[in-house]
Structure formats: structure tokens, C-alpha cells
């Protein structure tokens, strides 16, 4: 009787750290950045993708922003990925959506649960005039080609809209606004 405990108290055991060490996987991609056309240039960006946005959450955050506003969204999706800065927070990443490109590139559109510069605002702040989305979040769309590397523009330039072709929300004008992203790479 003794024995069986024992057996059962180590398998269990075992099955505790298998759980543990599953749910504690790093990273599915990374990217690394340096700012441009901010005060803050030269700043390096580590972005930290755990897992990509599903078509499902694609819809969820269209019929959050048509339905409840901006507000809303930070709270109806989950934390996929995180958005690095030297500031001492980072930025949690709510959605990651891919875009696939006729090239083999992709582009990939993120957005974070509060606006890029909640934390150094002096730092994220537009060197050229600006049309600005007005959101409490930011979005970030990277273009990347097929080896991983390209640019990134954000919604602190440009509006917020959403693309029917691709059900998908995306930066309006994104070939007209400047790079805030540059040198992208996945690593």
C-alpha cells in the first residue's frame, strides 16, 4: 500500500513538471528592430512572439472595435507576444496576424495593449508631422520577405483601418508613411 503511494506521489510528480515545462516554452519567433524617424532613434526593439493570432481572433478584434470601441480590445484578447524596449516595462502584444505575400515575404501586423510610448514618450514621438491614431493602443505592421528581413510602420504616423481583403485591421497609406522600424530581422 505504502509502495503505490509512493508511485503515485512521483508520477504525479513527473506529470507536474511535464506540465510545468510545456506551458513554459519560449518564443515561436523573434525580431529585432532599431527605431528611426522619432526623437528616440537608434533605439533596439526585440519583438517576442509566442504564438500567432488565429483567423478566430481576427474576427474577435474586428467585432470588438465595430461594436464596443478601443477600449475594449486590450481585455477581449490574450497576451501573444511581447514588444521590448530598454524602458524597465515592455509592451504586451495582443494580436499577431500574417499576411502572406505573392513574393514569399509576409507581412505581419501586431498590436499592443497600450500605445507605443506609454512608458518614454519624448522617445516615441514623431520627427516629421504626423497624423497619429488616436487608439489607447498601437498598431505595428512589419514587411518582411521571405528571409525575414524589411521594415516596420506604426500607427503613430497614420490612422488605424481595416482591409476587407484581408479581414484584417492594417495602417491606412502604409507606403506613404516613414519607417519607424528599420532594419527588421527575424532572428
Known sequence: MRANSLRC?????????????????????????????????????????????????????ASVLAWYGEKEVAGALK?????????????????????????GGQRIILLTDRKLGAWSPEAWKPTAAATP????????????NRAGQGEGKTSLTTKVTFESATKSIALENYAAQPVILKGVAKK
Not at 526593439?45 to 509566442?50: A, F, K, P, S, V
Not at 497576451?79 to 513574393?103: C, E, H, K, N
Not at 489607447?136 to 514587411?143: A, K, N, P, Q, T
Request: glycine share 6%.
Open 79 to 103: 497576451t501573444v507576444g511581447y514588444l521590448w524596449t530598454s524602458a524597465s516595462a515592455g509592451y504586451s502584444i495582443r494580436y499577431a496576424y500574417r499576411i502572406p505575400g505573392a513574393d
Open 9 to 61: 506521489i512521483a508520477l504525479t510528480l513527473v506529470l507536474t513538471a511535464t506540465a510545468i515545462q510545456a506551458q513554459v516554452k519560449g518564443p515561436i519567433e523573434r525580431y529585432t528592430a532599431t527605431t528611426a524617424n522619432v526623437n528616440g532613434a537608434g533605439e533596439p526593439i526585440t519583438i517576442e512572439l509566442l504564438q500567432w493570432s488565429t483567423d478566430a481572433d481576427r474576427d474577435r478584434l
Open 133 to 144: 491614431d488616436p487608439n489607447s493602443f498601437s498598431v505595428i505592421e512589419l514587411r518582411v
